[in-house]
């Protein structure tokens, strides 16, 4: 379980993430995306999923029971080769539901003071 | 381009789900679970078989979107994972997305998006935007 005076806090990480074009054109492959110009609109998921585990693993939530519930991107402008991107996570709020632990976890991704991402993924963390 | 109106249904497109796919997607996201690629570890875990990632699924659906306007059109964009895609061996499972356009504002066009399994929905309250 999360400890509870987690919830309202930012976890920022300590290192940036380069976006390659060979990362961007490995997931445009996947969904059969041509344009490689930019990233697709959910690529930034395969920044914030690893980042945001990184930052939250001494939080006591127990990433090996959660299922992802619900998505959300606003994009401020599309991910390109060569960002180096600052992911910062918030727990926005955690609650009970029928047993289970349902937690909203914000992630923004910054190219240094540029906020070009924000990302909500509502965990449910089976009991 | 703008020639979107509220209330137009814009024609589904298919999407083809195998096994294959989620190996790659899993290199390309980093989303190595083992639901979305050992069938003996998802019956373990009370599957029904292996799952599609929620998120290949939205990847597929952003694909829609990004077909609509360009991937650099896509400004907001939001889904509920209600029900596993399951993914046999050996079969290619048909995802079907299809759109309405709900709301029209300052060249921004919101998108309600419909994934289809078969006749399962596997999204709920999909939308998206973007921005023409």
């Not at chain 1, 998921?45 to 980042?51: A, F, V």
């Not at chain 1, 080769?81 to 632990?101: F, H, K, P, V, Y």
Request: glycine residues 8%; aromatic residues 6%; contains cysteine.
């Amino acid at each position: 379980m999360l400890s509870p005076d987690l919830v309202g806090r930012t976890f920022k990480g300590a290192d940036s993430t380069l976006v390659t074009a060979e990362a961007i054109s490995k997931f445009a492959a996947v969904i059969g995306e041509s344009n490689l110009d930019v990233a697709p609109p959910t690529f930034s998921i395969s920044i914030t999923l690893e980042q945001s585990q990184k930052l939250l693993q001494d939080s006591g939530l127990d990433w090996t029971r959660v299922v992802h519930g619900e998505q959300k991107f606003e994009i401020k402008r599309p991910i390109v080769a060569g960002d180096n991107l600052i992911c910062s996570s918030t727990i926005e709020s955690a609650r009970i539901m029928a047993g289970n632990e349902i937690v909203t976890l914000r992630s923004d991704l910054h190219a240094g003071t540029e906020l070009v991402v924000s990302t909500w993924s509502t965990l449910v963390v089976r009991a | 381009m703008s020639n979107f109106q509220v209330g137009q249904e814009i024609p589904p497109k298919s999407f083809l789900i195998n096994r294959a796919l989620l190996v790659a997607y899993a290199d390309a996201s980093g989303d190595q679970n083992p639901i979305h690629q050992n069938e003996e570890f998802a019956k373990s875990v009370g599957l029904a078989d292996v799952i599609a990632h929620g998120m290949l699924t939205m990847a597929l659906a952003g694909k829609y979107l990004s077909d609509l306007g360009g991937s650099a059109s896509v400004t907001e964009f939001s889904a509920r994972f209600t029900k596993p895609v399951v993914v046999p061996a050996n079969i290619d499972v048909e995802l079907l997305i299809s759109g309405k356009v709900v709301e029209i504002e300052d060249g921004s066009v919101k998108i309600e998006l419909t994934a289809l399994c078969g006749d399962v929905k596997v999204l709920g309250m999909a939308k998206g935007v973007i921005k023409l």
